[in-house]
């Protein structure tokens, strides 16, 4: 049995849980589920990318508040006294930079962040005695994959900056549970997380022109962006459009308490895929877009992009018998909770 313990001003009981980076897109919405698991998440965020005001917006949807740590994963003193004034029983390591273009640009920004942020993590981790991480890491690792569905066994290799990061990453932990079995680690390879908490309270929130393809269909609906570029129209699937595996993300979140769980009751590390299985064109996205905000959106046909692959898909099945863990989620509540998080979000 893990300790529990409270922290003056900590609201949510239950075993603690850190959430790095846990007021993005993934992290806000892994607390909600952890903390509706019985978990107590303590979000740690310097927010580079999220804004403040997520804590209260979790705080509404829980209705409890959630104990926050404003601070920088680079920072070992400020990790360690976080570690010291908590008792944790895991880690979530969610806390990186993650736009693929920029990291071709900055990389040494992005191996300073995902790399010497995870090592900074884990000796603090390691100083304290916490053993348990989950940690995000991505399809990217697959490269552009040549099996479809792509089983973990499938070739990893790398396309980016970005991806060599999580790569790098993933190679360290899994070295470190060669080395020692102190530790253990959920590795979670995410294939393209969409959709929002069903209150419309959290969501994602992109800054600029959105490079993924629900915030850009989501901006298309705002009548913000005049239209969506397809990139593709002759690939070998069903109507020519690209296939990709969009996993809801409160069902993503649902897989980090699966994760935990394996790691808290001994079963040991693991490193999955989380995704449907099943894999929607960017046609079927855009009629499901538009049924969800009422209007048939505006597309325009374009030629493919370099290194674009036909279809990304995820086999889900070692998830489904290590973690217990399947996608409930349709592609419809992806794009419903979508178009309510940004119209209740807009201006
Ligand atoms: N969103 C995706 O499509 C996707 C896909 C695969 C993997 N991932 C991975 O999942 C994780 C979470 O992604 P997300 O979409 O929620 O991103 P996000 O940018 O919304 O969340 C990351 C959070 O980390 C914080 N952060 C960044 N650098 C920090 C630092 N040095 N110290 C403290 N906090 C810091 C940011 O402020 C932000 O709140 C990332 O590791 C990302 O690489 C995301």
Not at 75 to 95: C, K, M, N, S, W
Not at 180 to 201: Q, T, V
Request: negative net charge; glycine residues 10%; proline residues 6%.
């Amino acid at each position: 049995m893990l300790a529990r313990s409270q922290a003056k001003g900590d609201a949510v009981s239950g075993d603690k849980i850190l959430l790095t980076g846990g007021a993005g897109y993934i992290g806000s919405h892994t607390a909600v589920a952890l903390a509706e698991a019985g978990y107590a998440p303590v979000v740690l965020d310097n927010f580079s990318n999220a804004k403040p005001s997520v804590l209260e917006r979790l705080e509404m949807i829980l209705g409890v508040p959630v104990a926050l740590e404003r601070g920088d994963i680079l920072d070992r003193a400020f990790l360690a006294d976080v570690f010291t004034r908590h008792e944790f029983g895991a880690v979530i390591h969610f806390a990186a930079r993650k736009a693929v273009g920029e990291s071709v640009a900055r990389p040494m920004d992005y191996f300073e962040t995902n790399c010497c942020g995870l090592t900074a993590l884990l000796r603090t981790m390691e100083a304290s005695g916490v053993r348990n991480l989950v940690f995000s890491s991505s399809a990217t690792v697959y490269g552009e994959p040549d099996v479809f569905p792509v089983p973990e066994t499938a070739p990893r290799w790398h396309t980016s900056p970005y991806a060599m990061t999580k790569l790098a990453s993933e190679d360290l932990l899994l070295a470190m549970a060669d080395a020692d079995p102190f530790w253990a680690f959920g590795i979670l390879r995410y294939f393209n997380p969409a959709g929002a908490h069903e209150s419309g309270l959290i969501g994602e929130e992109p800054d600029g022109i959105p490079n993924n393809l629900m915030p850009y269909l989501a901006k298309v609906a705002l009548g913000e962006l005049p239209h969506l570029n397809v990139f593709g129209d002759d690939f070998p699937t069903p109507d020519g459009t690209g296939v990709r595996d969009f996993v809801h993300v409160m069902d993503l979140a649902e897989a980090h308490v699966s994760s935990l769980r394996t790691l808290l009751d001994g079963s040991g590390g693991h490193a999955v895929n989380i995704g449907t299985g099943e894999g929607s064109s960017v046609m079927q996205m855009l009629a499901s877009y538009g049924r969800a905000c009422g209007r048939d959106l505006p597309w325009k046909p374009g030629p493919r992009r370099a290194g674009d692959v036909a279809k990304l898909v995820a086999d889900p099945s070692l998830a489904a018998s290590v973690l217990k863990f399947r996608t409930r989620r349709t592609l419809d509540e992806m794009c419903e909770s979508s178009w309510r998080w940004v119209t209740r979000n807009s201006r």
